[in-house]
């Protein structure tokens, strides 16, 4: 049995690696749990739950096995190297989708927190309609908002349960700017780890180039015709990196 522990990027939910699921070995098991703020947690009020260490006893609760698969979406890609980092003998491999170390800089991390506080507000004040219309705005969204409506419409209908104040929440504890950089650990990793990036991915192609260069056991998959959501995309490809 290779048992695996997947976690959903910022807005999303466990549910959302249903479609991958459905294309893994049948010896593979998957356990996608939901992130504070998100899914069965968008109404945790408790601002304990929202740090970092909340959030990888939630991955810890998840692996059962003595050593796991640890894939990360995005959000869930970050949060996923964290624990891997910390639980190195736990991981027998380090799926990272669309996902980055974080930003290496105190400056970098500064102005990416006043952005996270700005965009935490707007949700607040404005709402989930009003958030989304920008959110899904952004190119490398794009190609999964062309997928057929059987298989989008799931995927917003399970975004727009979310909870404005679950999602401010989110955002302010463990957006990119809060986290710890982790750029300056990634050569004490000797697991092997996949970087998956979709061809419309610009951005986090470029990082996953970057993160290789530091990696001593990288690969680095490009799906064609995707974007930044591979695993909602393009699970069929994506599920091949575990066959």
Do not use: C
């Not at 998100?38 to 909340?54: C, F, I, N, P, V």
């Not at 970050?78 to 980055?100: D, N, Q, T």
């Amino acid at each position: 049995m290779n048992p695996i522990v997947a976690l959903h990027g910022f807005t999303g939910q466990g549910a959302d690696f249903e479609p991958l699921r459905a294309f893994l070995p049948p010896d593979t098991s998957l356990s996608a749990p939901d992130l504070p703020g998100h899914g069965s947690k968008s109404l945790q009020r408790d601002l304990r739950a929202y740090s970092l260490g909340a959030h990888l006893a939630v991955v810890s609760e998840a692996a059962t096995a003595p050593q796991i698969t640890l894939v990360g979406y995005s959000m869930g890609a970050r949060l996923a190297l964290h624990w891997a980092i910390a639980h190195p003998e736990r991981i027998r491999r380090l799926v990272l989708v669309g996902g980055s170390p974080g930003l290496a800089t105190p400056e970098e991390r500064d102005e990416r927190r006043l952005s996270d506080a700005t965009l935490a507000e707007f949700i607040r004040t404005r709402g989930l309609e009003a958030f989304f219309k920008y959110w899904h705005n952004q190119t490398f969204f794009q190609p999964m908002l062309h997928l057929p409506k059987e298989r989008l419409d799931p995927i917003l209908a399970r975004r727009a349960q979310n909870d404005p104040e679950g999602l401010a929440l989110s955002l302010e504890n463990i957006g990119t700017g809060t986290l710890p950089s982790l750029w300056h650990r990634l050569k004490e990793i000797r697991f092997p780890v996949d970087l998956v990036t979709g061809e419309h991915d610009a951005k986090f192609i470029r990082l996953a180039h970057e993160m290789g260069a530091h990696l001593p056991k990288a690969r680095h998959s490009l799906i064609e015709g995707a974007g930044h959501a591979v695993h909602l995309e393009k699970p069929a490809d994506l599920a091949m990196l575990f066959s």
